[in-house]
């Protein structure tokens, strides 16, 4: 493949929340769901990419994402599963779909999220993204994304073959997508077939009505455990039965089967090679337990406050919440949102002086912290000394941060995707670069939104790593977190950490000379 496979939709937040059913309500006769776990994955357009991915494609997924606590929990696990996100801006909520199980069954599906928000412009760096893409899949789900006219101005001009998988309350096609993926009932409410013929000639009349109003290459309606009926232009339509029969969870299935058709496409496959792909990919999928079996995910317990686990709420400028608040106040006045990241532990003079300088580039200062098991992945078990919700705190307190966001993750650049800053700040000693190639790792992902990197000079002589070192020679412990580990025996060796954001999500300890080259793990 020549470029990326790269996929284009609204992404919804998928929760499945498993329970048991004791008892009925006292006040009517309904079960009550206790709930024991949850799981969320990326849906919608957001599955399909994942899908994609799974197969080995390098996948692009072009969606918006809100300023809220499920558009960071988007961009975290697009970001776990390999999928790069080229995020435009949403307003309003993530629309969320829950489902309520018991036993493996689906008791009732709640949606929440109300009426479609309005996406943002498209930036360089995505229109680039869809004129050097192998493939492109159109998930649409009718929010709005598909709908853009920049986007599809872009769909319209890009020679790669496209894939559409539309939806009843999304726009039709841009003329000339290679393939249109709806399933039948979708056929029947979009091409307005009358009543009467059988279920093959109902598909058959409105693959034939779509494509010719749409003027598509083919039309592939899938038609659940029967497979799918392939119509070309002016030629006996082929139907693409199941390798056997499949019962399960549908749910996901006609992503699966637009995802693994397109990413055929991509590494050049015929059209009624990539549909007889997709038939049995998708059938396979639905033998397997569905979405479920896929993408298992990691079940977590039911958070107290009905928030995910995830969300960090201790303090009024600590949180997903405080974070895009801050941005959005910033964002509605015409700001500019800078943002830097860092492991922050042992905050001391050399950390004050980068976020100074940091803040002092535009109207607010939402710094991104590793939380404790990032910084543990990143530095050891022993590490780090002070907990993250203390080190947060911290950095709160401190009048030139206006709020900090809490990630899991060994970089920051899902949090990064999810707020979109106008800047990012590195505090150290890298280079500026040559040529075009960009030096540091996330210069690439501000990109993808016309945002910038800087690097900020280091106030010499104060290291982090330094400073541990010396407290545990000395025989003290580090504030917050008792180790109870003292002596030169285990003093930290001295490293090249020094500004606030190393390793991909350092721990700014310490600065060092200007013009020295550190390394950096991506």
């Known amino acids: ?164 998988d539309p939806h009843p309350r999304g726009p039709t096609p841009v003329p000339g997508v290679h393939l249109a993926t709806p399933n039948e009932s979708e056929v029947r409410e979009l091409a307005k077939v009358p009543p009467g013929a059988s279920r093959l000639a109902t598909a058959e009349r409105g693959a034939q009505s779509l494509r010719e109003r749409w003027r598509a290459g083919a039309v592939a309606v899938t038609l659940g455990g029967d497979g799918a009926l392939l119509c070309h232009a002016d030629s006996t339509p082929l139907m693409v039965p199941t390798p056997a029969n499949a019962e399960g969870d549908t749910c996901g299935a006609g992503d699966r089967f637009a995802a693994t058709a397109t990413v055929a496409l991509a590494r050049g496959a015929l059209v009624s090679e990539a549909v007889q792909q997709a038939v049995v990919e998708a059938s396979a999928y639905v033998a397997g337990g569905g979405v479920a079996g896929a993408l298992p995910g990691t079940v977590r317990p039911p958070a107290p406050t009905g928030r995910p686990a995830s969300v960090p709420t201790d303090g009024e400028r600590v949180g997903i919440g405080a974070a895009a608040a801050v941005a959005a106040e910033v964002r509605a006045a015409g700001g500019t949102v800078v943002a830097t990241g860092g492991c922050f532990d042992l905050l001391h003079a050399g950390h004050l002086a980068t976020l100074q300088a940091a803040r002092g580039l535009g109207d607010c200062l939402i710094v991104c912290l590793n939380s404790d098991a990032s910084v543990a992945g990143l530095k050891g078990p022993d590490r780090p000394v002070v907990t993250q919700a203390d080190r947060g705190r911290l950095l709160a307190a401190l009048s030139c941060v206006d709020a900090v966001v809490v990630f899991d993750e060994s970089t920051p650049h899902a949090a990064l995707s999810w707020l979109r800053p106008d800047v990012w700040v590195k505090g150290g000693d890298y280079a500026s670069g040559v040529g075009d190639e960009p030096v540091l790792p996330e210069a690439e992902i501000l990109r993808r939104w016309g945002g910038h990197t800087v690097v900020v000079p280091y106030l010499a002589g104060r290291s982090t790593t330094d400073l541990i070192a010396t407290a545990r020679a000395t025989g003290v412990t580090g504030p917050g977190r008792a180790t109870g580990v003292t002596g030169p025996d285990r003093a930290v060796p001295p490293d090249r950490a020094g500004s606030p954001d190393r390793a991909g999500s350092p721990d700014g300890a310490g600065p060092q000379p200007v013009g020295r080259h550190a390394e950096r793990t991506r």
Request: glycine share 12%; aromatic share 4%; charged share 20%.
């Open 1 to 164: 493949m020549a470029g990326p496979v790269v996929v284009v939709g609204d992404t919804l937040l998928d929760r499945d929340v498993e329970g048991v059913v004791n008892r009925l309500c006292p006040d009517s006769p309904v079960p009550v769901l206790d709930e024991t776990a949850y799981v969320d994955r990326p849906g919608g357009a957001g599955l399909a990419a994942v899908f994609a991915a799974a197969a080995g494609a390098e996948v692009a997924l072009v969606t918006a994402l809100a300023d809220d606590a499920g558009g960071a929990r988007l961009s975290s696990l697009l970001h776990a599963a390999g999928v790069q996100v080229y995020p435009l801006a949403l307003d309003g909520t993530t629309p969320e779909k829950v489902r309520l199980r018991a036993r493996g069954r689906v008791l009732l599906r709640h949606d929440r999220g109300g009426s479609a928000g309005e996406p943002g412009e498209p930036g360089e760096a995505v229109l680039r993204l869809l004129a050097t893409a192998s493939a492109i899949l159109v998930s649409d789900y009718g929010r709005g994304v598909a709908e853009h006219p920049a986007v599809r101005a872009a769909l319209a001009a890009t020679r790669a073959p496209v894939v559409w």
